[in-house]
């Protein structure tokens, strides 16, 4: 995704529209007039972020995708901050697909993605909110005939000489007639809402049950359906016997599409025991022979050949070749499923001039265009309507749009509205998962123990090679992605090489939460463990000194260690680690707490973690981020593993691809660092650092280094052995 430019107050609001008596802002304007109607049936109004209603209700349309980071608070927050207005009268709607809410930073797309929902709206939300106070200040004035610069805004009120008082409802019908000023000012003073803790305006909904996410979508006369896809990536149907599966009870259809067969029925188990009853013939294709034990060859013989170059400072090689002294280590990470609450679902309504979709999508605009070329439609022929999401981490974010296409292919195929639903095994099945990595890292020490030189090769897939965003974000051969981390690492080493060896497979990638952060942090934080071990120095103490010209990261890591009590006493068989990460603009630190059971399980007691995300909206959201994100990335240290024999994965279920369950959380702390720097992400950031604390833990608490995920008994034991550390 290209970066583009940040919103100017030259390319802001308008214009603003009576609607339904309330006032309408509109933020960057310059087409699509009709698309963006903001919820409201009619008149329609342009590109709407905030509706003020009469009876003093306040919506904000909200055009980022909720999956469960909060967004459908944090952005109505902006925008009520600036507006003054009361937080209680304050709600929200999703918006539509319109260029009007297209991403600020990433091109003319509408997406949810990269930890970027608050840092790309800051500005644009906050000026709609101060947009509209000055306008409603303005109408109060002419009301009681006063110069606006004696009135304010407080809580949903215009306050004027001598006590007057006007509240916002009272005064929308004029504020809306009045022209939206060019060059709107942002309040002066300590901020009364933003960094307050505020509660969720979308708890309510999903405790009551009356959220709608795309699996509880029910229409008149839809059919849901099940597809039965091929068991190797790339295979295809040769034929299908389906009689069986239409003499289920409730089965109305079977069909083939591209994806495999569709059965079709009155409801899900229907479906899934009629797609039971299916005998299908599949040509597999050239991926079926493909097994983990043979890439994992292919890549290690990979590493140990020159890649293509993403940083050279100083001359590495120089100090590396031929160097009996210097430290190597290799470290390997597995593919990796999003696994999301809510498995993959997506409703069609197609009709020949028309279509409704309704799904969970970080990615409209990709989805709706995608769905229009199969459906033989224009895009604004198309209605798409984002429900809750039950998770993404980026799954439903795919350039491909495999889930929507495949839903468009069953629609037309049975002439029916029709819901497609995945199965936990057909998610987990049919891909797309986070790349498989190895890494062969080099080092070798300066006389007081810290490095002179590091030379890094990375192999993996490439997650945008062959996408729509490879023109702008692959670079002589380099996809950003695959190195970030490592490539722009902060640690003062002089002589520094990373490279990039990108493999080819037919194993579907795509990006996952902290995307190519989730196995350099890994990589880095784990090596510069070792090095500081073979130094004889703490550490914490290490980082310190690689980091002197870095406040922030040294900020975070030592709030994190002070909080955490770095060096002092633990109860026996306990063990700190730490790691520090940048990614996605924040700066986070978590030193976890181990210990380790008779048969080398690793049992995570404590994590604590500090985050600097910049300039903060809800504390609340930011510790919930954080703590999700550390037992998101805990669940994949210790338990994920996609794996593959005979071009198939071997995992279907939670049982074999376990999650970190409430039994086994650790107690986690988490510290804000207070900050005036531009805002941060708060989504992604929270992963990277974890997996090699634990692993540092580890290695404090016995002696031995894991350098493979995930860190199973088996693998600590071995590496245990390996030390000639005794077990328990």
Not at 363 to 370: E, I, P, S
Not at 448 to 468: M, N
Not at 586 to 605: D, F, M, P, R, W
Request: glycine share 8%.
């Amino acid at each position: 995704m290209s970066r583009s430019n940040d919103i100017t107050r030259r390319q802001f609001i308008k214009a603003g529209a009576l609607l339904s008596g309330g006032l309408v802002l509109a933020c960057h304007l310059p087409f699509g007039r009709k698309e963006a109607l903001a919820g409201q049936q009619e008149p329609f109004a342009p590109n709407a972020f905030l509706r003020i209603s009469p009876d003093e209700r306040v919506t904000i349309i909200v055009n980022k995708s909720e999956m469960g980071q909060g967004v459908y608070t944090s952005l109505p927050m902006l925008v009520a901050e600036e507006l003054c207005c009361n937080w209680k009268k304050v709600g929200f709607v999703p918006s539509p697909v319109a260029p009007e809410y297209n991403h600020t930073q990433f091109g003319p797309i509408m997406v949810t993605g990269g930890s970027t929902s608050v840092r790309s709206e800051w500005s644009r939300l906050s000026l709609a909110g101060a947009a509209a106070r000055e306008m409603l200040i303005a109408a109060a004035a002419l009301t009681w005939k006063v110069d606006p610069a004696a009135c304010r805004a407080e809580n949903g009120y215009v306050i004027g000489p001598a006590g007057a008082k006007l509240s916002y409802g009272k005064l929308v019908k004029k504020a809306a007639t009045l022209p939206v000023p060019k060059n709107p000012q942002l309040k002066a003073g300590k901020k009364t809402l933003l960094g307050t803790p505020a509660k969720r305006l979308d708890s309510p909904a999903k405790i009551n049950g009356t959220a709608i996410f795309g699996i509880d979508v029910q229409e008149p006369g839809m059919l849901t359906a099940v597809i039965a896809r091929s068991p190797v990536f790339g295979g295809k149907v040769v034929s299908v016997h389906a009689d069986k599966a239409k003499a289920v009870a409730g089965v109305r259809s079977v069909v083939t599409i591209e994806a495999g067969v569709v059965v079709a029925a009155d409801d899900f188990w229907q479906a899934l025991k009629g797609r039971e009853q299916l005998e299908i013939t599949w040509d597999e294709g050239r991926w079926n022979t493909l097994a983990t034990p043979v890439m994992h060859e292919q890549y290690a013989r990979l590493a140990e050949t020159p890649g293509l170059v993403a940083r050279k400072d100083g001359d590495a090689a120089a100090y590396l070749d031929n160097n009996p002294e210097k430290i190597e280590a290799v470290f390997e990470m597995p593919y990796l499923a999003h696994a999301t609450m809510e498995p993959l679902n997506c409703f069609v309504d197609l009709k020949k001039d028309s279509a409704l979709i309704r799904t969970g999508s970080q990615f409209q605009t990709v989805d709706r265009a995608a769905a229009a070329r199969v459906a033989g439609l224009k895009p604004e022929q198309i209605v798409f309507e984002t429900t809750f999401l039950g998770g993404g981490f980026g799954r439903r974010g795919n350039p491909a749009s495999d889930f929507v296409v495949e839903a468009v292919q069953a629609a037309k195929a049975l002439n029916r509205p029709v819901k497609v639903v995945y199965t936990r095994e057909d998610d987990m099945r049919s891909g797309y998962y986070r790349p498989m990595w190895y890494n062969r890292v080099e080092a070798a020490l300066d006389k007081k123990g810290y490095p002179l030189a590091w030379r890094h090769r990375i192999v993996g897939q490439s997650i945008i090679t062959g996408t729509s965003f490879e023109s702008a974000m692959v670079k002589n051969g380099i996809d950003h992605t695959s190195v970030e981390g490592a490539a722009d690492t902060p640690y003062a080493i002089p002589n520094l090489q990373v490279e990039l060896h990108s493999t080819t497979n037919g194993v579907p990638v795509l990006w996952w939460r902290s995307v190519g952060h989730s196995h350099t942090a890994f990589v880095m934080e784990s090596f510069m463990d070792e090095l500081a071990h073979k130094a004889g120095i703490d550490p914490y103490r290490y980082r310190r000194t690689l980091l002197a010209g870095h406040p922030r990261n040294l900020k975070v890591l030592q709030t994190a260690a002070e909080k955490a009590g770095w060096g002092k006493a633990l109860p026996e068989g306990h063990a700190r680690g730490i790691a520090v990460h940048e990614s996605f603009g924040s700066y986070a630190a978590q030193v976890a707490e181990v210990s380790l059971n008779k048969g080398g399980g690793i049992t995570v007691h404590r994590v604590v973690c500090a985050i600097d995300c910049g300039r903060i909206v809800n504390p609340d959201t930011i510790k919930a981020q954080m703590e999700s994100g550390i037992i998101f990335g805990l669940s994949a240290a210790l338990h994920g593993a996609i794996t593959l024999k005979n071009g198939r994965v071997e995992q279907g279920n939670f049982d074999s691809y376990p999650l970190v369950r409430m039994n086994a959380a650790p107690r986690i702390e988490v510290h804000i660092i207070p900050s005036n720097e531009a805002p941060g992400g708060v989504g992604e950031p929270g992963v990277p650092p974890i997996a090699p604390a634990v692993a540092n833990a580890l290695f404090a608490l016995t002696g031995a280094r894991v350098r493979t995920l995930p860190m199973t008994p088996e693998r600590v034991r071995s590496a245990m052995a390996a030390e000639n550390r005794p077990q328990a």
